[in-house]
């Protein structure tokens, strides 16, 4: 495919390796923020082709993964509802709750329906009338603008019958409470690419001069965060601390201003729990008052009771690039995707996930 | 989740009373509905990056370049005089 298959090109690869390994002469971490950058380097071999001074920690880029607990409990909760038609996407259903997952209260016999847009859960409350049709409504930035978007269009259509369940995070005060993190020790940042795409660059240059860390926003082929990784490592060996941008194709200083009106229009910045993180000041969204009828949180004022998380289940040191997966005690033993013990598990852009797909681990 | 694609704007239409510009889009050999009011200015052959049934930006055909050009504009190319054989093929 025309923008993606080029950006795999073998022999272009094995020159930015070689470029990256003359460039290096000192050992440096690197965090990749986005999950989908940590699926292509474990996926494509980049992290084993890396010299060894260099490495790479995963970061907490995967909204699936971060997703409370406890909110996945209440969507569990509604689902259950013979009244309600739940709807997310695909990774989300697999997540474990306390007690089970939306793809076992399915099973059970719950209306739950993966998507591929929000958009088409507007339809399906139009098509509906008599049921309670609710978007579990997780992601990030990029995200944001389409969950928020069916939000309008329902309005816009006088759909009475459809709420959003919200669990937004945002990029940037992760990236802040990384670095605040005293156990994490990251030299340089790989921006996460699609989430610049709505929000832009300008949020990183304050970061980036506060810290004193290059933040290159990369995008997710091959030779993408290969020359992601050689950017940061140009700018350390140069005692440098930049924003620089590698996915220009894609994004644009300024963002999307559409999609951040959108955005705007429907959402407001609120903290956020992150799951095996804890609460990051200002890195969610909330749904405003103005449309508080389509707030599944208030909607359906359900209060579940916080339960605790599984206790072997490090993932959230795994997030926070203190950990890899294989130093949990669980990996590949009772914790597999067909049984995950964690969100990284589920997702293919979790940390868990992507290192057991890839690690020979996989029984035919 | 968070996969997001390039793909080619096939046709535009109006839907919802007009009032939602639709693209079906083509990914390879699939086709997909993408909405089209994240970018108002989004034609017919162009090519967009679409997130969950959004269209969110415009692939800039210049900076697409880039990625293959970098190694000889940092001047570490080396032997590799031609870069024609990296560069996309346009279709
Ligand atoms: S391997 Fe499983 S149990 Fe261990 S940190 Fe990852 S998700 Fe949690």
């Known amino acids: 495919m025309k923008y993606m298959s080029e950006y795999r090109d073998p022999e272009l690869a094995k020159k930015y390796l070689e470029e990256i390994k003359n460039t290096v002469s000192r050992p440096w971490s690197i965090m990749e923020v986005c999950g989908g ?73 719950a209306d739950v329906r993966i998507l591929y847009s929000p958009l088409e859960a507007v339809k399906i409350a139009e098509d509906n009338p008599d049921k309670e049709v609710v978007f579990f409504a997780v992601g990030f930035e990029t995200t944001a603008p389409a969950n928020a978007l069916s939000v309008v269009h329902a309005h816009r259509r006088g759909v009475k019958n459809y709420s959003i369940l919200a669990s937004h995070v945002l990029v940037p005060p992760a990236i802040k409470a990384v670095i605040d993190d005293e156990e994490s020790k990251i030299d340089g940042f790989l921006a996460a690419g699609h989430v610049c795409t709505i929000m832009g660059n300008t949020e990183y240059h304050p970061i980036s001069a506060k810290y004193k860390v290059p933040i290159v926003v990369t995008g997710f082929e091959p030779l993408d965060v290969l020359q992601g990784i050689l950017m940061v490592i140009r700018q350390l060996e140069q005692s440098k601390s930049e924003v620089e941008n590698q ?24 903290h956020q729990m992150w799951r095996g993180i804890g609460e990051i000041p200002d890195s969610g969204y909330a749904v405003r008052e103005k449309y508080a009828a389509f707030d599944a949180t208030k909607k359906f004022s359900v209060t579940i009771e916080e339960a605790p998380e599984n206790p072997d289940c490090i993932s959230g040191q795994v997030m926070k690039g203190i950990k890899k997966p294989f130093e949990c005690s669980q990996f590949g033993k009772a914790c597999k995707p067909t049984n995950p013990l964690g969100a990284p598990m589920v997702s293919s852009e979790g940390a868990c996930a992507a290192y057991y797909h890839f690690s020979g681990l996989v029984e035919a | 989740m968070c996969l997001a694609i390039p793909g080619k704007i096939k046709s535009i239409e109006m839907q ?14 699939i086709t997909k509905e993408a909405s089209l009011e994240m970018l108002p200015d989004a034609d017919i052959d162009d090519y967009v990056l679409v997130h969950v049934g959004v269209a969110i930006s415009k692939v800039d055909e210049e900076e697409a370049q880039k990625t293959f050009k970098y190694l000889e504009e940092i001047g570490e190319l080396g032997d590799l005089t031609d870069v024609d054989e990296y560069l996309p093929k346009t279709n």
């Not at chain 1, 907490?60 to 409370?68: A, D, I, M, N, S």
């Open chain 2, 16 to 29: 919802y009373d007009g009032k939602v510009r639709m693209a079906k889009v083509l990914f390879g050999g």
């Open chain 1, 37 to 109: 950058q940590t699926h292509s380097l474990v996926k494509n071999g980049i992290i084993e082709m890396l010299p060894d001074s260099v490495t790479m920690i995963h970061g907490p880029g995967c909204p699936v993964c971060v997703t409370p607990l406890n909110l996945i409990d209440k969507a569990v909760y509604l689902a259950s509802d013979k009244g309600v038609i739940l709807c997310s996407f695909g990774d989300m259903l697999r997540v474990p709750g306390s007690q089970k997952s939306l793809l076992e209260a399915k099973a059970e016999g």
């Open chain 1, 247 to 270: 996915y220009a194709r894609i994004v644009r200083e300024e963002g999307n201003r559409d999609a951040q009106k959108v955005i705007d229009e429907v959402f407001e910045v609120r």
